[in-house]
């Protein structure tokens, strides 16, 4: 059952470690009304396609042997309101510094595109529940992105695929971490919604495939 999402998450996992500490990050990948998704608990270089769990959409565990991330509240909710294929989360530095600050992220370089014009500070709520889901939902949904900061937590990140999702996440916390750094010097001037729009357009025919 989703056997090549399965082995796609297995074969991504080990690049959150550059993204978060520990193992308290995690990866999923959807098809359908169901996704792969990282087991709890398990290190990213240790994870088989054979221990990628897989749930429904209403969050029930309907493949595998080991218990799904503890933040599968979080992917469930977001796939059903969403047309994501893949979600990433993690407690990348400078991303965790702006959710601690309860600060979002403005429009100050265009790779932001990715994510949406602004990346919005989703409320605090407990780890793993189902009001932090409803807090992210809400978040992106409010701002158009497709991505945000969990309020003293963390990131979180979607895209059409793993490669993706992961893209964005790196392109999120690379933002985060030179707005920080441009605001110890002084005031970062933003892109106005024209600039992002036109970036957003660009965006959509570049990259290609090779073999």
């Not at 989703?2 to 080990?14: I, K, N, Q, S």
């Not at 959807?30 to 396609?49: E, K």
């Not at 595109?113 to 807090?135: F, I, K, S």
Request: hydrophobic content about 45%; glycine content about 8%.
């Amino acid at each position: 059952m989703l056997g090549a999402e399965r082995r796609a998450v297995a074969t991504r996992a080990p690049d959150l470690a550059a993204l978060t500490p520990g193992r308290t990050g995690n990866l999923s990948v959807r098809r359908d009304d169901r996704f792969a998704v990282t087991p709890t608990g398990v290190a990213y270089d240790r994870i088989a396609a054979a221990d990628v769990p897989v749930v429904s959409l209403d969050g029930e565990q309907v493949a595998g042997d080991t218990a799904p991330s503890s933040e599968t509240p979080m992917h469930s909710a977001v796939y059903r309101e969403f047309d994501a294929g893949a979600i990433v989360h993690t407690h990348s530095p400078w991303a965790s510094t702006l959710a601690i600050l309860h600060e979002p992220i403005p429009p100050v370089h265009y790779m932001l595109a990715l994510a949406g014009t602004t990346v919005p500070v989703a409320d605090y709520a407990t780890y793993g529940t189902a009001e932090l889901a409803e807090n992210a939902v809400a978040a992106m949904e409010d701002a158009d992105a497709e991505a945000c900061l969990l309020a003293n937590h963390g990131l979180l990140a979607t895209g059409d695929d793993a490669d993706s999702a992961l893209e964005t996440a790196v392109n999120v916390e690379y933002t985060a971490r030179i707005y920080c750094q441009a605001k110890a010097f002084g005031d970062p001037v933003e892109l106005g919604h024209e600039e992002m729009a036109a970036v957003a357009e660009k965006f959509e025919g570049y990259g290609q495939d090779v073999e």
